[in-house]
């Protein structure tokens, strides 16, 4: 692992000055540090568009192009939520390769910030010790923080926001340990990062809010409807199963093409896994197998060979979230911002 600390600082220096820099990491022996590179030259170029990549959390990861002015707006939306001035310090600790990542080093242009940059791994912490205004982690790399030695140094950290997954109600619940500001996000590529902010510690409520200039709607699989006009001209219809409180706050239930049909009734595996999740050391996921008499049985698969109680864990579901059978593999797809491929089983 490096522990080299790269710096950009978009307060303070000028474009050019950035430039050389970047061209000069360009040739440097570490890939991410060549992939940060990459991307703050084609931010700073003339091309009014930018090519992203979507994560294939759901299907086969696609390219799309979008226009560097609504990056810059959702880079203006967060700063705005947030209260992040010029001159904030912020650290990237995620791969320069996907919309989280790309997403810090464009607020960090539009919005002058003074960007640090370290490897992306799973405890960013174990190598950066300072004290940060902002940072953006995914559930697995704050989870891996909060079981280490270097915890503590949480409390260096102004605001941290976590997406790309579910969060644990032990993750938040360790959380209550410390002072920093923490916010579960909801978001993907297409909405170029998040749209919905939700306060995770100190403890607040647990639906999610819309960034400035978003509104929500369902459609008839009531699924979220996203309308950000500053991001996306069209409404974004998503897969993404909510309760809408109004325009500007839901709950998150689950994914529609996750929905598991067992004797007819219709469960979301996250929400199966929530109540499972404190009880479960392990990643895994709920999914389901055909069977003969139900069309499909409910399963619990396991990363690694986990010895565990199956009536024991039934005893925290309902008469129809029952799992039928333990299935164990030696290791999970994941992407980059460490969802499970759930479609990779």
Not at 70 to 95: P, Q, Y
Not at 104 to 109: G, L, P, Q
Not at 128 to 145: G, H, K, M, R
Not at 273 to 294: C, Q, Y
């Amino acid at each position: 692992m490096s522990s080299q600390i790269i710096n950009i600082n978009f307060a303070s220096a000028s474009k050019q000055d950035i430039i050389d820099q970047c061209n000069e990491w360009n040739n440097h022996s570490e890939k991410w540090i060549r992939d940060l590179a990459e991307f703050t030259l084609e931010w700073l170029n003339d091309n009014e568009t930018i090519t992203l990549k979507t994560s294939g959390t759901t299907g086969i990861p696609k390219e799309i192009e979008v226009q560097k002015k609504r990056l810059t707006n959702s880079a203006l939306m967060t700063g705005s939520f947030f209260t992040l001035r010029e001159n904030t310090k912020a650290l990237l600790a995620l791969s320069p390769n996907y919309i989280a990542g790309k997403m810090m080093m464009v607020r960090s242009a539009v919005l002058k910030w003074n960007l640090f940059a370290i490897e992306p791994t799973g405890n960013p912490l174990e190598e950066f010790n300072s004290y940060i205004d902002f940072t953006a982690f995914v559930p697995n790399q704050l989870y891996d923080i909060l079981h280490s030695p270097f915890a503590e140094r949480i409390n260096k950290i102004e605001k941290i926001i976590v997406g790309g997954g579910p969060m644990s109600e032990e993750t938040a619940t360790l959380l209550h340990n410390f002072k920093c500001e923490v916010y579960h996000t909801y978001g993907m590529t297409e909405t170029l990062s998040h749209v919905a902010i939700q306060q995770i510690n100190p403890p607040g409520k647990k639906n999610y809010t819309a960034l400035p200039g978003v509104s929500f709607s369902v459609d008839d699989r009531h699924c979220l409807i996203i309308n950000a006009p500053k991001i996306s001209e069209e409404e974004i219809i998503t897969n993404d199963v909510v309760i809408l409180h109004n325009d500007k706050q839901f709950d998150w239930i689950g994914r529609h093409d996750n929905i598991i049909n067992t004797g007819g009734i219709k469960l979301n595996p996250e929400t199966i896994e929530d109540k499972l999740r404190a009880l479960i050391p392990l990643p895994f996921i709920i999914s389901s197998e055909p069977d003969e008499k139900l069309t499909n049985k409910v399963i619990l698969v396991v990363e690694n060979d986990a010895a565990l109680n199956l009536n024991e864990l039934n005893k925290y579901l309902g008469k129809y979230e029952q799992i039928k059978e333990i299935r164990n593999i030696d290791k999970f797809n994941y992407t980059d911002s460490g969802k499970i491929k759930r479609n990779a089983l």
